[in-house]
T-cell receptor, first 116, second 113 residues
Framework: GENVEQHPSTLSVQEGDSAVIKCTYS??????FPWYKQELGKRPQLIID?????GEKKDQRIAVTLNKTAKHFSLHITETQPEDSAVYFC???????????????FGKGTKLSVIP | DSGVTQTPKHLITATGQRVTLRCSPR?????VYWYQQSLDQGLQFLIQ???????AKGNILERFSAQQFPDLHSELNLSSLELGDSALYFC????????????FGSGTRLTVV
C-alpha cells in the first residue's frame, strides 16, 4: 500500500516569511495529492490539491509542486500570516474514474506556527 | 458547516463498553470514509462504504465495525473499548460527481476512562 512521509513535523516562521512542507510517497501509481489544513479542535479542510498531470498549482499565497520522478510534492505558503498557524497534512492516492474509488493515505502532519 | 454531520461531538465512556458514532454525508454523496486521529498522530483510515456496501478496509480493529444504511448515513461501532481507543473519529464524504476531495465532518472526540 501507499506510504506517505511528511517533513518537518513542526515549523516556526516569522510573519511574512515563507513556509515549505515536503512529502514523499511510495506508490508510483498515486495520481492525486491533496493538502489539508486542520486548526486546533477542528476538522481537516482541503486547501489545495494537485493531480499527476500537473507539475505546479497556485492559489493566491499557496502553491503545491509535484515531482513524479522523485515521488515527492511540496506545499509552499508565502507571506505567512498568524491565521496560517495550524497542522497541515499531505495525502496521496491512486484515484480513478468512478466515485468512491480511492482511500487517501495521509502524512503525519506538520504543525506550523507563524510568529507575529 | 461542511454538510457532513457527525454525532455526538463528545463521548466519554468506560473501558469495556460499546459506543456508536454516527455520520450523515453531504447531500448527494454516496461514499463515507471513517478515520481515526489519535493525539499528535495523523489520520488513520479505518473503513469506507459506498452506497451501502463496504468498499475498503484499512487499519480497523476487529472490535470495530461499521455499516451504511439505505439513507446513506453511516455508523461506526466500537466495542470492548480500551484506553488506547481514545481519539478523534472523523468521517468524510466524497462527491459522487468525481471531483476529488473529501469533506470531513467535525468529528467525535471519544474519551475512554
Amino acid at each position: 500500500g501507499e506510504n506517505v512521509e511528511q517533513h518537518p513535523s513542526t515549523l516556526s516562521v516569522q510573519e511574512g516569511d515563507s513556509a515549505v512542507i515536503k512529502c514523499t510517497y511510495s506508490d508510483s501509481a498515486s495520481n492525486y495529492f491533496p493538502w489539508y489544513k486542520q486548526e486546533l479542535g477542528k476538522r481537516p479542510q482541503l486547501i489545495i490539491d494537485i493531480r499527476s498531470n500537473v507539475g505546479e498549482k497556485k492559489d493566491q499565497r499557496i502553491a503545491v509542486t509535484l515531482n513524479k520522478t522523485a515521488k515527492h510534492f511540496s506545499l509552499h505558503i508565502t507571506e505567512t500570516q498568524p491565521e496560517d498557524s495550524a497542522v497541515y497534512f499531505c495525502a496521496a492516492t491512486e484515484a480513478y474514474s468512478g466515485a468512491g474509488s480511492y482511500q487517501l493515505t495521509f502524512g503525519k502532519g506538520t504543525k506550523l506556527s507563524v510568529i507575529p | 458547516d461542511s454538510g457532513v454531520t457527525q454525532t455526538p461531538k463528545h463521548l466519554i465512556t468506560a473501558t469495556g463498553q460499546r459506543v456508536t458514532l454516527r455520520c450523515s454525508p453531504r447531500s448527494g454523496d454516496l461514499s463515507v470514509y471513517w478515520y481515526q486521529q489519535s493525539l499528535d498522530q495523523g489520520l488513520q483510515f479505518l473503513i469506507q462504504y459506498y452506497n451501502g456496501e463496504e468498499r475498503a478496509k484499512g487499519n480497523i480493529l476487529e472490535r470495530f465495525s461499521a455499516q451504511q444504511f439505505p439513507d446513506l448515513h453511516s455508523e461506526l461501532n466500537l466495542s470492548s473499548l480500551e484506553l488506547g481507543d481514545s481519539a478523534l473519529y472523523f468521517c468524510a464524504s466524497e462527491s459522487s460527481s468525481f471531483d476529488y476531495g473529501y469533506t470531513f465532518g467535525s468529528g467525535t472526540r471519544l474519551t475512554v476512562v
